[in-house]
């Protein structure tokens, strides 16, 4: 069995003072749900105050980068070790905006998973074909190529620790989700993929879908057998549309 997971990515948007307002309203919202997995990713400067907000709770906080190495000369990048000790368990790494306006690669992807893994954060590993690919018909290719080499060199053990979230580039911010049977058949190909390196270990993987997720097409997607859940950019920002697509995602 794999628990449902329901991420909400902020990106670059929300203060300290707005995330802590967020946080409150969202934990009243679900403060009863224990079947779905609730992870919020604000961004750097919140983190802190977020972790504090939601100790104890059922919802928990990750971060949208990290850099690979320990500690350094490498300004404005932050470690997994600091990002432990705020009290993060989760790291974004290679959200398709980090590799079209950040220079992430496939490279850089795969080392970042392996620093946060030796740190105990839980990778979300964001993979997906841009429209381009998609008419050209390389989504298969593209998303295996990005899952192969995201994991290349990670123990089995390890590799089975993943979250995966299969986000076409064309659907992040636009309104236009993939329809659900799409998702469902690249997600169990990734799952195939996994499989073929992490042997059975890759069934306890949770593959997410993510991009312009709402309210009312949670369900369609939740519905699908291997998609796990959703990482949610846009209607993560609102606590109330959030805590209703985790709601819809309950009782799979
Ligand atoms: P939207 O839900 O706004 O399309 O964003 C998806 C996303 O990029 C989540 O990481």
């Known amino acids: 069995m794999r628990k449902t997971v329901i991420a909400g990515n902020w990106k670059m948007n929300k203060t300290i003072k707005q995330a802590v307002e967020y946080i409150e309203e969202l934990k009243s919202r679900v403060s009863d749900v224990d079947d779905v997995e609730i992870v919020v990713f604000p961004p750097f400067t919140a983190l802190l105050e977020m972790c504090i907000a ?127 049977d799409d998702a469902q058949q690249v997600i169990a190909n990734i799952r195939d993929v996994l499989k073929s390196i992490a042997g059975d270990k890759a069934d306890s993987i949770r593959i997410l879908y993510g991009g312009s997720v709402k309210p009312d097409n949670i369900g369609g997607f939740i519905k699908e057998q291997d998609i796990d859940g959703a990482l949610v950019g846009g209607a993560s920002l609102n606590p109330l549309d959030f805590s209703e697509i985790i709601t819809r995602s309950r009782g799979k």
Request: aromatic share 6%; proline share 2%.
């Open 54 to 180: 939601t100790d104890k709770t059922n919802i928990s906080i990750g971060a949208q980068n990290l850099h690979w190495e320990k500690s350094g000369a490498f300004t404005g990048e932050i470690s997994a070790e600091m990002l432990r000790e705020v009290g993060c368990g989760y790291v974004i790494i290679g959200h398709s905006e980090r590799r079209q306006y950040f220079g992430e690669t496939d490279e850089s992807v795969n080392k970042k998973i392996k620093a946060a893994l030796k740190h105990g954060l839980i990778p979300v590993v964001c993979v997906g074909e841009t429209l381009p690919q998609r008419e050209e018909g390389l989504t298969e290719q593209i998303v295996e190529a990005q899952v192969k080499r995201a994991v290349d060199g990670i123990a089995q053990d390890d590799i089975a620790k993943l979250i995966v979230a299969y986000e076409p580039v064309w659907a992040i911010g636009t309104g236009k989700n993939a329809s659900s």
